[in-house]
């Protein structure tokens, strides 16, 4: 079983659309939880870390279900500049694990 | 700060060459770590080091060799490439394992022939 789980999608959505990732993961010690973001032909970046009480930056919000195994990624008004890959990385003992990621075509 | 830099930025080899993949940050960062990425597998860790002088095996390391001399270096040697080795290659560095944030270096594509 993979350490981390994510629909690959792809998502193509129109601007100012409302998108929802989810991910899930198989080791309940994990402690540390990201999303990051990749664009084509690129390194990933960091885009936040998920906290247990969930958390929000801008149009982004992060949520951790501990109890279920899951994290999501909400994206609001979506922009054309969102169109990305989206990580999902879990970190268990002193390794990361990452998802095969979620692919995002914001459409104009 | 260049932050996390690789050279190679591309590469071919033939099948049976052996070369080095060379990683630097200049961040003091304790953890760095070498990850393959490949369509549809997402990111794979091939070696790790928590530090100067101490590396460790990921999930896919057969093939592959690391070394720790200074903080400051990560190298990847290929010690007989195959084709299965085409990839693309990151390299990555944190403050430390628990750390928030890995920085990545731009990356390294390697072909094998």
């Known amino acids: 079983r993979k350490e981390v789980e994510q629909d690959p999608g792809p998502f193509n959505v129109p601007e100012g659309a409302t998108v929802a990732f989810n991910c899930t993961y198989s080791n309940s010690a994990s402690q540390s939880f990201f999303w990051y973001r990749q664009d084509c032909r690129k390194e990933p970046k960091l885009l936040m870390s998920?906290?247990?009480s969930g958390n929000e930056d801008g149009r982004f919000t992060a949520q951790l279900n501990r109890a279920s195994q899951y994290i999501s990624l909400l994206i609001r008004d979506s922009k054309l500049s969102d169109s990305a890959t989206y990580l999902c990385?879990?970190?268990?003992?002193?390794?990361?694990?990452f998802g095969t990621g979620t692919s995002l075509t914001v459409i104009p | 700060n260049a932050g996390v830099t690789q050279t190679p930025k591309f590469q071919v080899l033939k099948t049976g060459q052996s070369m080095t993949l060379q990683c630097a940050q200049d961040?003091?960062?304790?953890?760095m770590s070498w990850y393959r990425q490949d369509p549809g597998m997402g990111l794979r860790l091939i070696h790790y080091?928590?530090?100067?002088?101490?590396?460790d095996q990921g999930e896919v390391p057969n093939g592959y060799n690391v070394s720790r001399s200074t903080t400051e270096d990560f190298p990847l040697r290929l010690l007989s490439a195959a084709p299965s080795q085409t990839s693309v290659y990151f390299c990555a560095s944190s403050y430390n394992w628990a750390a928030n944030e890995q920085f990545f270096g731009p990356g390294t594509r390697l072909t094998v022939l």
């Open positions: 961040m003091n960062h304790e953890y």
């Open positions: 998920v906290y247990s």
């Open positions: 990385v879990v970190n268990g003992g002193n390794q990361f694990y």
């Open positions: 080091s928590v530090g100067a002088g101490i590396t």
